[in-house]
């Protein structure tokens, strides 16, 4: 991996890129479109704050994988964020997921998104035998988008919060990797 960088990948109506200091306003609008409770654990949380310290740690970890956070941009504008990161060593595994702003739900930019992702990591850590993903239980998007994927439900992490934070469970997904565009 020495020399690796993050990429950019380009879809039908996509643009995956490494984000940028001058991407701060963006990253706050669609991480503030949620409960901070939602994505708390992910970014630390939701205000401007927390964000610009996310920002900064995002742009410190390029060029070091296994870790890396991506802008999602649609029509020139920034609307979301995909990750990956390796969860285990043996068998080489990759977490991956994504938050889109929530006005851009139900045209299929998370799909298309994820699976460009999942293209891309497969060919650049041909090693990795599996992805995962974890999603709230109740999150219907989500479970749809990993269903397109051909991800598998394996198991539910319990004790997590919702979007309201109340208590509630996750879901744990699985792709291995010869399920990949199967």
């Known amino acids: 991996m020495n020399g690796w960088s993050p990429p950019t990948i380009t ?4 643009v995956i890129r490494p984000m940028t200091v001058g991407d701060l306003k963006a990253v ?3 991480t503030s479109a949620y409960s901070a409770q ?3 654990n992910w970014l630390g949380g939701t205000d401007a704050a927390s ?13 070091r994988p296994p870790r890396c956070d991506l802008g999602v941009t649609f ?3 920034l609307i979301g ?5 390796q969860v285990w060593l043996s068998p080489p595994a990759i977490e991956v997921g994504w938050v889109l702003h929530p006005d851009m739900a139900g045209q299929g930019l998370a799909t298309e998104a994820v699976g460009a992702l999942l293209e891309y990591l497969a060919a650049a850590f041909p090693d990795v035998a599996r992805f995962e993903a974890r999603v709230h239980a109740g999150d219907d998007g989500a479970r749809k988008v990993l269903g397109r994927l051909n991800f598998q439900v394996e198991g539910v992490l319990r004790g997590g ?3 309201e934070g109340k208590a509630a469970d996750s879901s744990m997904y699985g792709l291995l990797r010869e399920e990949l565009g199967a």
């Open 11 to 14: 879809t039908e109506r996509l």
């Open 28 to 30: 706050h609008q669609f």
């Open 38 to 40: 939602r994505y708390g």
């Open 51 to 63: 964000v610009a310290r996310y920002m900064a740690d995002t742009i410190a970890r390029y060029g």
């Open 75 to 77: 029509e020139r504008q």
């Open 81 to 85: 964020g995909l990750a990956f990161r």
């Open 161 to 163: 919060l919702d979007s």
